[in-house]
């Protein structure tokens, strides 16, 4: 029964922040963006808007993703969990939370980066959320 209890807590924690991370990315690009651009703001106040919650919500989904893994690691160990398509849609996640901010801090310039790796995140979330969470495999 001791042994089922860190299974548990593992399983809520991972789709608590999956829950979070996941969601917060497309709420943000998918619902809260076009609803303040059709309320009427100027184009330019919605793209500031964009532009300070974006790496926010990157920021958080890259904690997340880090705290996912933690709770994955244990459950299969490296070699399985970077072969296992949870773990590589959790490292391809950080790794395009980690470019994102590479080009945001000017080392290449790119005038679509940001974006792309922002949904290409948000669609790594969409595949993970159709995964089974850890303890609950088949």
Not at 15 to 37: E, I, N
Request: charged share 10%; net charge positive.
């Amino acid at each position: 029964m001791s042994e089922l209890r860190p299974v548990r807590g593992g399983t809520i924690t991972w789709q608590l922040a999956q829950t979070f991370w996941v969601g917060g990315l497309w709420l943000l690009h998918f619902v809260v963006l076009p609803a303040v651009a059709k309320v009427g703001l100027a184009p330019l106040l919605v793209d500031e808007l964009a532009a300070a919650l974006r790496p926010l919500l990157v920021g958080f989904a890259g904690f997340c993703v880090v705290l996912q893994a933690v709770v994955l690691l244990p459950l299969t160990g490296l070699a399985r969990f970077a072969a296992e398509l949870r773990g590589q849609l959790l490292l391809a996640t950080l790794l395009l939370a980690i470019s994102f901010f590479i080009e945001r801090s000017g080392v290449f310039a790119s005038n679509y980066w940001s974006l792309f790796s922002y949904l290409a995140m948000a669609f790594c979330g969409l595949l993970l959320v159709l995964q089974p969470p850890p303890g609950r495999e088949g």
